[in-house]
């Protein structure tokens, strides 16, 4: 426990104590020092530096950001074109199914099969009255005139 103690208290490690000694031995002397009366003084070359790497910087980050969001917006609008693209082939599928089934619907057979089902017969003459006349021409103007109109009742 000496030993530790003496190694301890000896300003060469124990290290240095066994080998060879050669040169100088190293001595540390204590100095307190005072920095309280220093001034630090700027230097303007250092702030020009530092104000041209600052907006440097800003310019890079700038444009990192602009391509990442240029980058970034192209990717949503290819995912918004996607979409508009399935909405459309959707409602040109569904425009071609109306459009069938507005075909079937306006069947004239279909119509007629229809119309004898529900009791009704096709009109005899007398009872279609034309509101065109053959006698009148296209672009001529149309005057108004009452005729009389007789409604036959079934008997």
């Not at 066994?18 to 307190?32: C, L, W």
């Amino acid at each position: 426990m000496a030993a530790a103690a003496a190694a301890m208290n000896s300003p060469i490690p124990a290290a240095r104590q066994n080998s060879f000694f050669t040169g100088t031995p190293e001595i540390y002397f204590a100095k307190a020092i005072d920095n309280s009366r220093l001034v630090k003084v700027e230097d303007p070359g250092r702030n020009r530096e530092m104000k041209q790497f600052g907006t440097a910087l800003a310019c890079l980050f700038l444009l990192v950001f602009t391509y990442a969001w240029q980058h970034l917006r192209s990717i949503e609008y290819g995912y918004q074109i996607e979409s508009s693209k399935r909405e459309l082939n959707n409602l040109t599928e569904m425009n071609r199914a109306l459009r069938l089934e507005d075909a079937s619907l306006r069947d004239p057979e279909r119509i007629d099969v229809m119309a004898r089902r529900m009791g009704l017969v096709p009109p005899e003459p007398g009872q279609v009255i034309r509101m065109d006349s053959a006698s009148a021409e296209a672009n001529a103007p149309v005057l108004a005139s009452v005729e009389p109109i007789t409604v036959l009742a079934g008997q």
